[in-house]
């Protein structure tokens, strides 16, 4: 769901500094059901990142902690994930 709703909201969005809100403004406004597709992109990120916590706390739970390889690997991806995720949504927002 992330990746369609992210294709049809890039479809619309300017990153220019000068258009980044208008064009949010524009897609929740102007775009048929634009609202509805940016709340499920917007809810469906935060879905995926409480999945990945509760997998982590599953980890924690169970001792998964014991098999250090797989463990770091996972720590890694999940850090990976969350610098994804900073670089797309916190960073364009505080220009």
Known sequence: IQILTGLFLAMH???DTATAFSSVTHICR????GWIIRYMHANGAS??????FLHVGRGL???SYMFP?????GI???FAVM???F?????PWGQ
């Not at 879905?47 to 990945?52: G, S």
């Not at 670089?87 to 960073?91: I, P």
């Open 13 to 15: 969005y300017t990153s």
């Open 30 to 33: 102007d775009v048929n059901y």
């Open 47 to 52: 879905m995926f990142f409480i999945c990945l």
């Open 61 to 63: 739970y169970y001792g």
């Open 69 to 73: 390889e797989t463990w770091n690997i």
């Open 76 to 78: 890694i991806l999940l």
């Open 83 to 85: 610098a994804t995720a």
């Open 87 to 91: 670089m797309g949504y916190v960073l």
